[in-house]
């Protein structure tokens, strides 16, 4: 019996030390599952704003050429109400998944953002529907709109803690507004 009392320092620590190896890799695996989990969940919540912002920049887009078409906006490329009405259908039609997905995935402040982004961009359109020829009225809109998109960017950017970044106001030729 003198052996195995001899012995039983040993076995209590090789058993010690095989909980202690256990315990920290458990630890070690769980916050590494963590860390992966909150990566991945990061980048569907950028993958859900930038289909946004894509999804309610053609809607943009579009605006400009029917202004153009109105003489509201020196756009290259006009294209009239009755050929934009389809396409600012559709524009809407694929806004509206993105959106649903913004709203499960997005943070208050996001969504918030978003709403007042796409709330401006509805007057753009109804300002259009109106067949209204208002350049100054839409400069006004078109100023609403980017300081609405600069604050999505910038909501985005702080949910996601990405640097800063880019107002997105680009100097451009004379004659044509940022």
Do not use: C
């Not at 569907?44 to 029917?66: G, I, P, Q």
């Not at 389809?86 to 943070?107: H, V």
């Not at 996001?110 to 209204?132: D, H, I, N, P, Y």
């Amino acid at each position: 019996m003198s052996a195995f009392i001899q012995q039983l320092p040993a076995l209590v620590g090789v058993v010690i030390g095989a909980l202690g190896s256990y315990l920290a890799i458990t630890r070690g695996d769980r916050a590494r599952f963590r860390r992966e989990q909150a990566a991945r969940w990061e980048e569907r919540r950028l993958a859900v704003y930038s289909d946004y912002a894509r999804s309610l920049k053609k809607s943009v887009t579009l605006t400009y050429r029917v202004a153009a078409h109105l003489g509201n906006d020196p756009h290259p490329h006009p294209l009239s109400p009755e050929d934009a009405a389809p396409l600012l259908a559709a524009a809407s039609d694929a806004r509206d998944p993105s959106g649903e997905a913004l709203l499960m995935l997005g943070s208050r402040d996001v969504v918030q953002k978003a709403r007042e982004w796409v709330v401006v961009v509805l007057e753009m359109e109804s300002f259009l529907r109106e067949g209204r020829r208002a350049p100054d009225a839409w400069s006004a809109l078109l100023a609403k709109q980017r300081a609405a998109r600069e604050t999505y960017y910038a909501a985005v950017r702080d949910d996601l803690e990405l640097s800063p970044g880019h107002s997105g106001r680009w100097e451009l030729p004379p004659g044509r507004d940022a």
